[in-house]
């Protein structure tokens, strides 16, 4: 009797360790359930959290199975296929840059015919001639103008005839010389200016001696070159000495300046000296 009666404890002691066991089993699945899968309300039952854990964790085999495939079946190239090289044809050599030539206009004759354009100008060459033709003055402003070296009276044209004429640059710029049309082989040669790279020498009572560059223009007088020498020294007479072509003369320079006498022209080459006031 004692016996059957310790067994029954026994196995109702089995039986609740059981459910125990059940129910621990239960809310260990529902906590890891709840952990990965936010997504299911708190308010569906027990049952219904299993069938949605159940219905998510077949979705996730079944992508791994196919991803599996893929890359056993799909994804893998075939072992036994032969990669043959790309060979190009022996018999249609591959084409080159060189195969293209540039296209050329057709260039007749006309468009090779030029005019030259030297001289004084900024960029002096040939120049070639246009369909429309060329008249004198586009034909210097095609070279960038003159040079400011260049003698603007003596523009001269020589014609492919053998013919010239000389012009000013006022004749080309105002007048009718610079419509004249240029014909293949005409020449446009500007002159240089007579004064580039003459001087005069100022010496004596004046601030600055040397040598001056005498003015391009061609215009200069005694007290324009005292001025460019820096003036005369507080101890000048006021008396210069011109020595022109090895003949000395003597220049009021004072009755120019207070009375206004006559002054007198400068030319290249000349020598002016101050002289000292006498103590």
Not at 122 to 141: D, F, Q, S, W, Y
Not at 153 to 175: C, P, R, T, W
Not at 208 to 224: E, S, T
Request: aromatic share 6%; net charge negative; no cysteine.
């Amino acid at each position: 009797m004692n016996s059957d009666n310790q067994n029954q404890q026994d196995q109702l002691i089995d039986a609740l360790l059981l459910e125990q066991h059940r129910s621990d089993r239960e809310q260990h699945i529902l906590v890891i359930q709840d952990a990965l899968f936010h997504s299911v309300p708190a308010q569906i039952d027990k049952k219904s959290r299993v069938i949605s854990w159940l219905w998510k964790m077949g979705l996730a085999a079944a992508a791994v199975l196919a991803i599996g495939y893929f890359q056993t079946h799909v994804h893998r190239p075939d072992q036994h296929a032969v990669h043959i090289p790309y060979q190009p044809n022996e018999t249609t050599p591959p084409l080159a840059i060189n195969d293209f030539p540039p296209k050329v206009a057709d260039i007749s004759n006309k468009s090779q015919e030029s005019v030259s354009i030297l001289g004084a100008v900024k960029n002096p060459r040939k120049v070639i001639l246009p369909e429309g033709g060329l008249n004198v003055m586009t034909a210097l402003a095609s070279v960038g103008g003159l040079n400011a070296t260049s003698d603007i009276n003596k523009i001269e044209v020589i014609f492919n005839s053998g013919e010239k004429a000389v012009f000013s640059l006022s004749d080309i710029m105002i007048g009718e010389a610079g419509k004249i049309e240029l014909k293949n082989g005409d020449q446009v040669i500007v002159g240089q200016n007579p004064f580039v790279g003459k001087y005069i020498t100022v010496g004596g009572q004046v601030q600055k001696r040397g040598l001056f560059p005498y003015p391009l223009d061609g215009n200069l007088d005694i007290v324009a070159a005292v001025a460019v020498a820096g003036g005369l020294t507080h101890i000048a007479d006021g008396k210069l000495l011109l020595t022109r072509n090895g003949q000395t003369k003597t220049i009021d320079y004072e009755a120019i300046i207070e009375r206004g006498e006559p002054s007198v022209m400068i030319l290249p080459g000349d020598f002016i000296q101050a002289r000292a006031r006498s103590f």
